[in-house]
C-alpha cells in the first residue's frame, strides 16, 4: 500500500471517529463564514494565552509563598519536627539541626530522635509521647539534649530543652517544638545558688547580730551590758558637749536584797531583779534614756540631753516610788525599795569613771541616811562607809 493510499485510509477513519462522535459533517462555507471562523479562533487563541500567562503568574506566586514558608519554617526560631509513632523522624527543620549543632543530614527520615536525648531522659520523653497519644491533648517535659553519639561533629552538646508535643493530623504522627531553656535555667540555677548564698550571709549576720546582742546585754534581765552602757555614755557627753546641755547617771541598788536571796532562795531573787528592771525601763519615757545591770543587785541609768538637775531626781523619783510597789513572785509578797544616788554631767565630772564614783559616793550617802532615798552628789560632801545592802 503506498503513502495515498495511507492518507485515504487515515481519513476514512477520521471521518468515522467524527461520525460515530455524533457531530455534525462540515459544509462548504463562503469566504465571509471563513474569515470569521478564522478571527474567533484567533480571539480564542488570544485568549488561551493570557489564561495561560495568568496560570503560570498564579503558580510563581504559589511557588514563592511555598519558598517563603519553608524558610519560615527551616529558620523558626524554634525547632519543629515531625516523628512517627516509633521516634523515628519524619522531618525536621533547620533549626533543629542547628539547636544540635549537627549537619541536617542526620535528621534524616527514619532516624531515631531519641539517639539525641540523654538516656537518664529517655523515660520522661517516652512517658509524655504516651500521654499524647493517649488524650490527644498537648503535653510537654524538660529534657536534656545531647549529640555524643554523633562522632564525628566537633561540638559535643549537652543542653536542655522543652519539648511540646501534640498529635499530628495523621493519627500515626506526632509534631516536636523544641525551645533551648538552657540559658534560662542556668540562670535560674544561678539565680537559686545566688539566694541560697544570700540566706546564708543573712543567716550569718543574724548569727553575729544574736551573738553581738548576747554579748552587749545581761543575760538574766536582758539589759544593756557595762559595754554597750558606756558606749552611750561618751556619746551623750559629746552631744552635751556640743549642745551646751547636761546628763545624768543614777546608780541604785535594792535595799536589803541579801535578805531576799538568803530567805527565797536565789530563784525567786533572780525574778525579782527582772521585774525591778521592767519596771524601772517602763519609767523611763524616752527611747534615748538608757539603763544597764552593772552586777547583783545594781542598776545604773543614763538621762542624756537634760537641762536642769531637778529633771534627774524627778525622773529617779519615779524609779523609787515604782520599785516600792509589792511584787508576787512564786506565792510570795515581797516589799522591797531601793537607794538612789545622781551625779551630773559636767557639773560632778567630764568622764564616766568620776560621774559613776560620784554617783555611787551618792548612793551610799542615802542608804546611810536611812535607805529609799534619792541623793544628788555634793562635791563638798564627805560620803560614809558604805553598807552592805
Keep these: ?43 480564542h487563541q488570544i485568549e488561551l494565552e493570557m489564561q495561560n500567562e495568568e496560570l503560570q503568574e498564579s503558580r510563581n506566586k504559589i511557588e514563592s509563598e511555598h519558598h517563603h514558608c519553608i524558610n519560615l519554617y527551616d529558620f523558626a526560631p524554634v525547632g519543629y519536627l515531625t516523628l512517627a509513632q516509633d521516634g523515628t523522624i519524619r522531618e525536621a527543620n533547620l533549626t533543629v539541626a542547628r539547636m544540635l549543632s549537627v549537619d541536617i543530614s542526620h535528621l534524616k527520615r527514619g532516624t531515631g530522635f531519641g539517639r539525641f536525648i540523654a538516656r537518664r531522659d529517655l523515660p520522661a520523653f517516652n512517658s509524655m509521647v504516651d500521654r499524647v497519644f493517649q488524650s490527644r491533648a498537648k503535653e510537654h517535659c524538660e529534657i536534656m539534649i545531647e549529640n555524643n553519639g554523633i562522632t564525628e561533629m566537633p561540638i559535643k552538646l549537652q543542653k536542655t530543652f522543652r519539648i511540646d508535643a501534640i498529635i499530628s493530623d495523621n493519627s500515626h504522627e506526632y509534631l516536636l517544638s523544641l525551645t533551648d531553656i538552657s540559658d534560662t535555667r542556668q540562670a535560674l540555677e544561678e539565680l537559686v545558688l545566688a539566694n541560697k548564698e544570700l540566706l546564708y550571709q543573712n543567716e550569718e549576720k543574724e548569727m553575729r547580730a544574736a551573738e553581738l546582742l548576747i554579748a552587749m546585754h545581761d543575760s538574766l534581765t536582758g539589759l544593756p551590758n557595762r559595754i554597750l552602757f558606756s558606749e552611750r555614755v561618751s556619746l551623750s557627753f559629746s552631744q552635751c558637749q556640743r549642745n551646751n546641755t547636761m546628763a545624768a547617771l543614777l546608780i541604785f541598788d535594792l535595799d536589803k536584797f541579801k535578805i531576799v536571796n538568803d530567805s527565797l532562795g536565789h530563784a525567786v531573787g533572780d525574778i525579782l531583779l527582772q521585774e525591778v528592771a521592767a519596771r524601772s525601763v517602763a519609767t523611763l519615757q524616752r527611747s534615748t534614756d538608757s539603763i544597764c545591770r552593772l552586777g547583783g543587785d545594781e542598776f545604773v541609768i543614763l538621762l542624756p540631753q537634760i537641762f536642769a538637775v531637778s529633771d534627774a531626781v524627778a525622773i529617779a523619783e519615779k524609779i523609787r516610788n515604782n520599785i516600792k510597789e509589792p511584787y508576787r513572785i512564786e506565792g510570795h509578797t515581797i516589799n522591797i525599795s531601793c537607794s538612789i544616788g545622781i551625779a551630773v554631767y559636767p557639773d560632778h565630772g567630764k568622764d564616766e569613771i568620776t560621774l559613776m564614783k560620784h554617783a555611787d559616793d551618792a548612793m551610799y550617802c542615802a542608804k546611810n541616811q536611812g535607805r529609799d532615798k534619792v541623793l544628788v552628789f555634793e562635791t563638798q560632801a564627805i560620803p560614809l562607809l558604805p553598807l552592805l545592802s
Design 1 to 43: 500500500m503506498n503513502k495515498d493510499d495511507n492518507g485515504s485510509e487515515l481519513r476514512k477513519r477520521a471521518e468515522e471517529q467524527h461520525r460515530k462522535s455524533g457531530v455534525a459533517a462540515y459544509t462548504l462555507c463562503s469566504k465571509e463564514e471563513l474569515q470569521r471562523m478564522v478571527q474567533e479562533l484567533s480571539i
